[in-house]
């Protein structure tokens, strides 16, 4: 996260020092350098040294990230919203080593695909949830798991007009690591 103002520079995106996030929206008075400190800091009141808890993790790096392409490079819409989309719709039981190969199968994916560029939804329009909602507005670890649980929900149907690209990408990367486990959501719209 350290290099977002780089990656902001890079996307010709200028950041304000003030108010609340440009992007998101969230309650700071020191704009979107304040929603990713909150951020990084990773909502203490879930302990992740329990690896139970490393999906909340997960699901704050996508939503956050997905809330604010403007501070990545355009691949990352990618990996969040296909790690989204696997965990969501596949249930999949996602731990670290699946992250590693999910970015070695889109790093081959991309090589004849660098055309396609993931739109993001408009500036405050990811979802209403943020980063300063889940700090003031979870008491408790089970209440904090909650929210960054409808926080990722909520940004990653902001982000449907992709979900059919994102869905054969999941299936292609499913189809390479035949032994992930997973259950396809059949209800999902
Ligand atoms: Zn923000």
């Known amino acids: 996260m350290q ?17 609340k996030c440009q992007f998101c ?13 909150i ?18 993790r997960f699901l704050s790096v996508d939503a956050h ?17 296909s790690r989204q989309h696997l965990i969501f ?21 991309k090589v004849d695909k660098q055309d396609e560029f993931l739109q993001p939804p408009k500036i405050l329009e990811r979802g209403q949830i943020t980063t300063t909602d889940i700090r003031s507005n979870s008491k408790t ?6 929210m960054i649980q409808k926080w990722g929900m909520e940004v990653y149907i902001s982000w449907k007009a992709h979900h059919e690209l994102i869905d054969k990408i ?3 990367f499913i ?13 999902w719209p």
């Open 141 to 146: 670890s089970a209440e904090c798991q909650e």
């Open 170 to 172: 999941a299936q292609g």
């Open 3 to 19: 290099d977002y103002i780089g990656a902001a520079e890079k996307n010709g995106i200028t950041l304000y020092g003030e108010g």
């Open 25 to 37: 929206g969230a309650n700071t008075t020191r704009g979107v350098h304040e929603c990713v400190e």
């Open 39 to 56: 951020f990084s800091l990773g909502f203490e009141l879930i302990d992740y040294s329990k690896p139970e808890n490393h999906l909340y």
């Open 175 to 187: 189809n390479k690591n035949v032994n992930i486990k997973y259950k396809r959501n059949q209800t």
């Open 89 to 109: 719709e596949y249930k999949i039981h996602w731990q670290y080593d699946l992250s590693s190969k999910l970015s070695e199968y889109l790093n081959k994916y």
């Open 65 to 81: 990230t997905l809330q604010h392409p403007e501070i990545h490079g355009r691949w990352n819409n990618h990996f969040h919203l």
